[in-house]
């Protein structure tokens, strides 16, 4: 715990530094060690070794690559089979890479300068941002694929066929990533939100966490005939149970959140969902390009609504995902939209009681989160202990 600790907290610092440049040598310091963190790892996590093992039975084209009970997906067996003649640390040091350049472009992008601390310190310090992922080779490279493919749906509504095939792509890597074929509707709907459809929305999600168990019972039984390797369920949001509730209650006062700011973002600028607006009133948000210059970011409207859409899903398969642990899989494609929406509700605010609550209350959470994900059992072991590949030698 103590290295990842040390490196979080070492990448938040450099971002910090500036954080008045869109684009700062510190943001970028800050992912070159992100990369350096995660490329040199060695039995870091529940599966390393076991991918290990896969990629060394690899030895040449239409082998079966068996674990727990099923075939590898063709698009990961020929990416091992890419990368074999330069060995499993190879592609290791590549994911590690990519990973570290698909981030630091998704914060560099859309997150403004001021709060790319923030976000940084949200994706590094939230496990199922990074540290989960980091075990979870194959879905962690089928994010990367979607995040990347992001940047196509919401540019304009004739790139989407380009987004569908990155999805297909991120698909034959990892087969949970078909789900991502509906999200490609999602630029074509507005959503209308009022305070009786908040309220209608948090008690949906409320008789989700406290009866999802009886609610879910037959469609839990369907998922466990067809995902018969996600049948155990953990009854927590981060470590803290649900009957506790204090899981609960930050959960809904995260929801609330988005909704309301989501609201606003969906009405207060037109029905024009393409339309591109430029925060001119807002000095946060400065054009990547050029030398820095204070030119406003352009994020247009239907990226930003785009982004709570898809924060908004992940609330909804958030307590679901409690009694069926295979949404939970499904919510790791959804989770880093909240590294950005959540830098774009504290930019948007005005109202400095709520900004101080929000910003320390996640970040509170989140170290939280982190500090209880090496304790528990099922992550302590492999994770406690950092190790190197020079420990090999």
Do not use: C
Not at 4 to 26: E, R
Not at 201 to 213: A, C, K
Not at 346 to 352: A, Y
Not at 380 to 385: C, I, L, N, P, Q
């Amino acid at each position: 715990m103590i290295v990842p600790l040390l490196v979080g907290i070492v990448a938040v610092f450099l971002t910090y530094l500036s954080k008045h440049t869109q684009n700062g040598y510190g943001l970028k310091a800050a992912f070159f060690l992100i990369f350096v963190f995660l490329g040199i790892r060695y039995d870091y996590g529940n599966d390393y070794l076991t991918y290990l093992q896969r990629f060394e039975s690899i030895s040449f084209w239409g082998t079966q690559i068996k674990i727990t009970g099923e075939n590898w997906e063709p698009g990961w067996v020929f990416l091992h089979l890419i990368f074999h003649p330069f060995g499993f640390f190879a592609l290791i040091a590549f994911t590690s890479l990519l990973t570290a350049v698909v981030y630091y472009r998704f914060i560099r992008n859309y997150v403004p300068a001021k709060y790319q601390w923030f976000a940084v310190y949200l994706y590094f310090f939230d496990p199922y941002t990074m540290l989960i992922p980091a075990s979870a080779m194959r879905q962690s490279f089928a994010v990367l694929l979607f995040l990347i493919a992001f940047e196509f749906l919401h540019k304009k509504k004739s790139h989407i066929l380009i987004y569908i095939i990155i999805v297909l792509m991120a698909a034959s890597v990892h087969k949970t990533a078909y789900i991502l074929l509906l999200i490609a509707f999602f630029p074509f709907f507005n959503i209308k939100l009022n305070k009786f459809v908040a309220t209608l929305f948090v008690l949906f999600l409320s008789s989700l966490f406290f009866f999802g168990g009886q609610i879910l019972l037959y469609v839990n039984a369907v998922v466990e005939s067809l995902f018969p390797d996600y049948v155990k369920s953990y009854l927590y949001y981060g470590g803290v149970s649900i009957n506790s509730g204090i899981g609960f209650i930050y959960v809904i006062f995260q929801m609330l959140s988005i909704l309301y700011f989501a609201g606003v973002e969906f009405t207060s600028h037109g029905q024009d969902d393409m339309l591109e607006i430029n925060d001119t009133a807002n000095s946060d948000y400065y054009d990547y390009g050029g030398n820095n210059t204070a030119v406003p970011l352009k994020l247009n409207l239907s990226a930003r609504r785009l982004f709570f859409k898809i924060a908004i899903l992940t609330f909804i398969i958030l307590p679901i995902s409690l009694h069926i642990v295979m949404f939970g899989r499904l919510n790791m494609y959804f989770l880093p939209m909240l590294i950005v929406v959540y830098p774009m509700i504290l930019n948007t605010t005005k109202d400095r009681f709520f900004h101080f609550i929000l910003m320390y209350s996640l970040l509170g959470f989140t170290m939280f989160k982190f500090v209880v994900f090496f304790i528990n059992p099922i992550w302590h072991d492999k994770f406690s202990t950092y190790q190197t590949i020079f420990s090999t030698f």
